[in-house]
C-alpha cells in the first residue's frame, strides 16, 4: 500500500502565520488582505489584467453572466466535457447552456462551434482542459463575428499560456479556482480576471450585494443604496491571507508539476495507451494532471483499473466521468443524443487521471507508473 493522494494542499507555517494574524485583527472581511490577493494576483497574470476575488470558481461564472444580463431566453455554448459548475453556472442564470463536443484533446471541438450559434446564443464558454490552453484565436474570431461574449473557466489553467499570454486574459473575463486541489489553495475561493477594468468593478459590486458605497466608501456609517441585483460571493480574509501565502510559492509549485509531468509522461510512453496532448510553441501546459486514454480492451476495463490502483493506494480519478449534456440532470431537461457527441463520450469512459501536484516527487511518479502498468498487465 501507497499513499499517493491525488491532491493535497501544500500549506505550511506562512499561511497559518498569515491566517492568525488575521484571527487576531478586527475584520474578517471588506479587508485589506483580499484586495492584495487581487492586485497580486492580477500582476501574475499579466501587466493589463485586473482580479477580484470570489467565494469560487462558480461564483466567478455565475457573476460574469449576471454581469452580461445574460438570462433566460438566452444561450450558452459550452464543451460537453467539464466539470458540472460551467453549465450549472449558466443554468442558474436560467440561460440555456449548449454543449459542443471535444476534439482528441479533450478541449472543445472549435470545428463544431460555429454550427451550435444561434439568433439566442449571448456567449460562449471556454475551459482548458485540464490545463491546455484552447486556441483562442479562432474562439475570438468567432464571438466577435457574432457579438457573442468569451467567458474562460480557468478553474485548471493557472500557469497555463497561449502565444505567451496566460489562460484568462483572451475573453472578457475569466474564472479561476482555488479549491484545495487547485495548483494554489485559498481553502475554497476563486478570482474573476479580466482585462476590462469595468467589467471587474462591476461584478465586484455584484458579488456584493449590490451596494452603491463599499465598506470605506461610506461617509455616514451604515448609511448606503443599492444600486443593482447583487449576492454574497465574497473572499473572506482568511481565503485571502492563505492565497496571498500560496501565489508566492506558486512559480515553485508550477516546476514541480512540470517536471513531474515529464518524468511520468517518460515512464507510461510504452503503454498500450494515449497521453493527452503536452502542450506545443504555442501552448504551456498547466500540468494539472496527465489524462491517458485506455486503447483497444483495456478500455473496458477502465472502472476496473482505477478501483486496482484505489487498492494500492493511488490516488487516480477522472476528468469527467460523464458528458455534461447526457448527465441525468441535463439529459432529462434538454434530451441531447449521445451520438451527438462521440469524442467526449470516447473521454469520459476511456480516461484515467493520475496525479502529478506538488505534494509529489519524481520518486512517486515512479511508483505511479509501476502500479499503473501492473493494473493494466493483469488484463
Known amino acids: 500500500m501507497h499513499d499517493i493522494p491525488f491532491g493535497r494542499p501544500m500549506l505550511g507555517p506562512e499561511e497559518k502565520a498569515a491566517v492568525a494574524e488575521v484571527l487576531d485583527s478586527p475584520q474578517l472581511v ?57 453549465a450549472h453556472a449558466v443554468e442558474v442564470t436560467g440561460a440555456t447552456p449548449i ?19 444561434t ?7 471556454v475551459v482548458h482542459y485540464p490545463g491546455l490552453p484552447v486556441d483562442m484565436v479562432p474562439v475570438m474570431s468567432i464571438a466577435q463575428e457574432n457579438g457573442l461574449k468569451v467567458v474562460e473557466d480557468c478553474a485548471l489553467a493557472l500557469g497555463a499560456y497561449l502565444d505567451g499570454t496566460h489562460c484568462g486574459l483572451f475573453g472578457d473575463v475569466a474564472s479561476f479556482s482555488f479549491y484545495p486541489a487547485k495548483h494554489i489553495t485559498t481553502g475554497e475561493g476563486g478570482m474573476v480576471v479580466s482585462n476590462d477594468a469595468e467589467t471587474v468593478a462591476g461584478i465586484s459590486n455584484i458579488k456584493a ?16 443604496d443599492i444600486s443593482r441585483l447583487g449576492l454574497n460571493y465574497r473572499m473572506s480574509e482568511i481565503s485571502a491571507a492563505i492565497g496571498i501565502e500560496q501565489l508566492k510559492k506558486a512559480t515553485v509549485f508550477a516546476s514541480r508539476r512540470k517536471e513531474n509531468m515529464a518524468r511520468l509522461r517518460s515512464n507510461l510512453s510504452d503503454l498500450p495507451i494515449e497521453l493527452l496532448p503536452d502542450g506545443d510553441d504555442r501552448r504551456k501546459h498547466a500540468n494539472y494532471c496527465l489524462v491517458s486514454r485506455l486503447q483497444g480492451k483495456l478500455r473496458i476495463r477502465r472502472d476496473e483499473i482505477l478501483r486496482g490502483l484505489k487498492s494500492r493506494g493511488i490516488g487516480a480519478s477522472v476528468y469527467y466521468p460523464v458528458p455534461l449534456p447526457l448527465a441525468h440532470y441535463y439529459v432529462t431537461r434538454y434530451g ?10 470516447a473521454v469520459a469512459s476511456e480516461s484515467v487521471a493520475l496525479p502529478v501536484g506538488p505534494h509529489l516527487s519524481l ?4 511508483v505511479i507508473s509501476e502500479e499503473f502498468s501492473a493494473q493494466i498487465e493483469k488484463g
Open 30 to 86: 471588506h479587508g485589506p488582505r483580499a484586495q492584495r490577493f487581487e492586485e497580486e494576483f492580477a500582476s501574475f497574470l499579466g501587466p493589463d489584467a485586473y482580479a477580484t476575488s470570489v467565494s469560487s470558481c462558480t461564483a466567478g461564472l455565475h457573476l460574469a453572466y449576471m454581469h452580461f444580463g445574460i438570462g433566460p431566453g438566452d444561450e450558452v455554448v459550452l464543451p460537453a466535457i467539464t466539470h458540472v459548475a460551467t
Open 99 to 117: 454543449f459542443v463536443d471535444s476534439d482528441e484533446s479533450g478541449n472543445m471541438d472549435i470545428g463544431r462551434l460555429r454550427e451550435a450559434i
Open 119 to 125: 439568433g439566442r446564443t449571448r456567449a460562449i464558454c
Open 209 to 224: 450585494f449590490g451596494y452603491d458605497r463599499g465598506l470605506t466608501e461610506r461617509t455616514t456609517p451604515g448609511v448606503y
Open 336 to 345: 441531447r443524443r449521445a451520438e451527438e457527441f462521440p469524442t467526449a463520450r
Open 363 to 366: 520518486s512517486d511518479m515512479d
